[in-house]
Structures are given as structure tokens and as C-alpha cells.
């Protein structure tokens, strides 16, 4: 059972603070994989989404399911320095119960369809054992040179 630190995770996402939303991957199997995001009162968005109130936005969780999926796909791409995976669709997103400072998600993301640079992903998201959110993904793996630049 494979695990990557947030380092090993820097070496296979592009993302960086305060958009990287993945501390730790504690799970990884050729369609499978768990990744677990600590949420702490610092995080930037909480300034804004709920001052009173911190509550997680509902795209960063998504956000957050994502790139779990993205390290899944690219961890095995040997040019992946060349490579990005690019969110294309998000379906059936749900979320149970907010997400707040202290939470720890725990987010397994799990391979639906897999074709070509093209990949569908089911993922949950969970807090102490509750289902948090879930959502389908779909994820495409294309080249950097590929991707518009502003």
C-alpha cells in the first residue's frame, strides 16, 4: 500500500498553496486511490466563506477529489512532467454536511471508465466516517504545450 507525503505529491500535481488541496495519499491501487486533506482554521478561503461561520467551499471539496483523481492518473505517466490532467465534467455532485476547521476528509476516488487520456471517476468524501460529498469526475490527461497560456 503505497503512500505519498505532500512532497511525493508535489512531484506528481502541478498545484501549489493555497491551491493544492491534498495532504496526503495513504492509498494508491492501479484504479483506486485515498488521499486525505486536514482542514485548519488557516486556510485562505476561510476568511471569506463563513467569517462567522468557516465552512469549506463545496468546489474546493470537489477540487480536492480532483486532484486525488489527478495524482491517480498521473502517477504512472513517465513524461508526466510534460502533462496535465484537466477536470472536464463533474457530475452528480452532493454534499451531506458542511466541512469546518478541525475536519480531517478522507477522499477515495475510484476508477469508472478509463479510455484513451480520458478517465471517469467516482469519488466520496469523508469526515470520521460520514459521507461528507461525493461526485463523478471526469478527467482528461493532455499536454502542457497543449493547454492555452494567457
Same mark, same amino acid.
Not at 492501479?30 to 462567522?52: M, Q, W, Y
Not at 480536492?64 to 490532467?85: C, I, T
Given at each position: 500500500?503505497? +503512500?505519498?507525503?505532500? =512532497?511525493?505529491?508535489?512531484?506528481?500535481?502541478?498545484?501549489?498553496?493555497?491551491?493544492?488541496?491534498?495532504?496526503?495519499?495513504?492509498e494508491?491501487?492501479?484504479?483506486?486511490?485515498?488521499?486525505? #486533506?486536514?482542514?485548519? &482554521?488557516?486556510?485562505?478561503?476561510?476568511?471569506?466563506?463563513?467569517?462567522d461561520?468557516?465552512?469549506?467551499?463545496?468546489?474546493?471539496?470537489?477540487? /480536492?477529489?480532483? +486532484?486525488?483523481?489527478?495524482? &491517480?492518473?498521473?502517477?504512472?505517466?513517465?513524461d508526466?512532467?510534460?502533462?496535465?490532467?484537466?477536470? *472536464?465534467?463533474?457530475?452528480? *455532485?452532493?454534499?451531506?454536511?458542511?466541512?469546518?476547521?478541525?475536519? +480531517? &476528509?478522507?477522499? =477515495?476516488? #475510484?476508477?469508472?471508465?478509463?479510455?484513451? *487520456?480520458?478517465?471517469?471517476?467516482?469519488? =466520496?468524501?469523508?469526515? $470520521?466516517?460520514? &459521507?461528507?460529498?461525493?461526485? =463523478?469526475?471526469?478527467?482528461?490527461?493532455? $499536454?502542457?504545450? /497543449?493547454?492555452?497560456?494567457?
Amino acid at each position: 500500500m503505497p +503512500q505519498l507525503d505532500v =512532497e511525493g505529491i508535489r512531484r506528481i500535481l502541478p498545484h501549489r498553496y493555497p491551491m493544492l488541496l491534498v495532504d496526503r495519499i495513504v492509498e494508491l491501487e492501479p484504479d483506486r486511490i485515498v488521499g486525505i #486533506k486536514s482542514v485548519t &482554521l488557516n486556510e485562505p478561503f476561510f476568511a471569506g466563506h463563513f467569517p462567522d461561520f468557516p465552512v469549506m467551499p463545496g468546489v474546493l471539496i470537489v477540487e /480536492a477529489m480532483a +486532484q486525488v483523481a489527478g495524482v &491517480l492518473v498521473l502517477q504512472s505517466v513517465p513524461d508526466r512532467d510534460k502533462k496535465v490532467v484537466l477536470l *472536464a465534467a463533474i457530475d452528480n *455532485a452532493r454534499f451531506r454536511r458542511p466541512v469546518v476547521p478541525g475536519d +480531517q &476528509l478522507r477522499i =477515495e476516488m #475510484k476508477v469508472a471508465r478509463r479510455k484513451g *487520456a480520458v478517465a471517469k471517476m467516482y469519488g =466520496e468524501a469523508r469526515v $470520521d466516517g460520514v &459521507l461528507v460529498a461525493e461526485a =463523478e469526475v471526469l478527467c482528461k490527461l493532455t $499536454d502542457k504545450d /497543449a493547454t492555452p497560456t494567457p
